[in-house]
T-cell receptor
Framework: AQSVTQLDSQVPVFEEAPVELRCNYSSSVSVYLFWYVQYPNQGLQLLLK??????LVKGINGFEAEFNKSQTSFHLRKPSVHISDTAEYFCAVSDRYNNDMRFGAGTRLTVKP | DAGVIQSPRHEVTEMGQEVTLRCKPI?????LFWYRQTMMRGLELLIY????????DSGMPEDRFSAKMPNASFSTLKIQPSEPRDSAVYFC?????????????FGPGTRLLVL
C-alpha cells in the first residue's frame, strides 16, 4: 500500500522568505501526488497535483512542487511567502491499486511578519 | 457552483447520544469520502463510496459508526452511541468519476464535540 511521510510537522518562516515543505512517499507502482492546503477552520483545497509529464508542477498562490522519482519525493516550494500562506499543508498519494488517497500527517506553516 | 455541503457545521452532544452528520456532494460527482481529523491521528479516511456503493470501510473505527449513501446527492455518517473520543472534525469530500487521479473536493467540515 502507498504511504506518505511529511518530514516537518511545523515550519516557521518570516514573510517574503522562501519555503520548502518536504514530502516523501512509498509505493510499489506509479503514483499520483497531490498537495492540499487547509486554512483555519476550513476544509482542504487542492494546491497542485502531479499525474504525469513535466516533473515541475505549478499550482495556485505561487506554489510549485517537483516530482523526483529516484528520491520518491514531492517537495512543495514557494520563493516568497506571505502572511496569508499561514495554514496546514497536506501531501497525498494515490495509485492504481488503491482507489482512494492517502494523506500525510500535515505540515503547519506559520509565516511571521 | 456550490461546493460540498456539510451539516451541521458544529455539533455538541452528550456521551451516549446518537449523532448524524450529513453531506451533499457536488452535483455530478461519482465518489464520496468521509474523513475524520484529530490532533492526535491527523486526517483519517473512514469510508468511501463509488456510485453510491461502499467500496472500503476499513477505516471505520468500530460498529458504532455507520455510513449510508441512499442516492447520488446525499450521504450520512452516524455514530451511535457517541463517546468523548469521537470528538473531531469530520470532513466529507467528493470526486468526479471513480479514477484515483481525480481531485477530491472537500466540504467545510463538521466539528463534533462529545461531552
Amino acid at each position: 500500500a502507498q504511504s506518505v511521510t511529511q518530514l516537518d510537522s511545523q515550519v516557521p518562516v518570516f514573510e517574503e522568505a522562501p519555503v520548502e515543505l518536504r514530502c516523501n512517499y512509498s509505493s510499489s507502482v506509479s503514483v499520483y501526488l497531490f498537495w492540499y492546503v487547509q486554512y483555519p477552520n476550513q476544509g482542504l483545497q487542492l494546491l497542485l497535483k502531479y499525474l504525469s509529464g513535466s516533473t515541475l508542477v505549478k499550482g495556485i498562490n505561487g506554489f510549485e512542487a517537483e516530482f523526483n522519482k529516484s528520491q520518491t519525493s514531492f517537495h512543495l516550494r514557494k520563493p516568497s511567502v506571505h502572511i496569508s500562506d499561514t495554514a496546514e499543508y497536506f501531501c497525498a498519494v494515490s495509485d492504481r491499486y488503491n482507489n482512494d488517497m492517502r494523506f500525510g500527517a500535515g505540515t503547519r506553516l506559520t509565516v511571521k511578519p | 457552483d456550490a461546493g460540498v455541503i456539510q451539516s451541521p457545521r458544529h455539533e455538541v452532544t452528550e456521551m451516549g447520544q446518537e449523532v448524524t452528520l450529513r453531506c451533499k456532494p457536488i452535483s455530478g460527482h461519482n465518489s464520496l469520502f468521509w474523513y475524520r481529523q484529530t490532533m492526535m491521528r491527523g486526517l483519517e479516511l473512514l469510508i468511501y463510496f463509488n456510485n453510491n456503493v461502499p467500496i472500503d470501510d476499513s477505516g471505520m473505527p468500530e460498529d458504532r459508526f455507520s455510513a449510508k449513501m441512499p442516492n447520488a446527492s446525499f450521504s450520512t455518517l452516524k455514530i451511535q452511541p457517541s463517546e468523548p473520543r469521537d470528538s473531531a472534525v469530520y470532513f466529507c469530500a467528493s470526486r468526479y468519476g471513480t479514477a484515483y487521479q481525480e481531485t477530491q473536493y472537500f466540504g467545510p467540515g463538521t466539528r463534533l464535540l462529545v461531552l
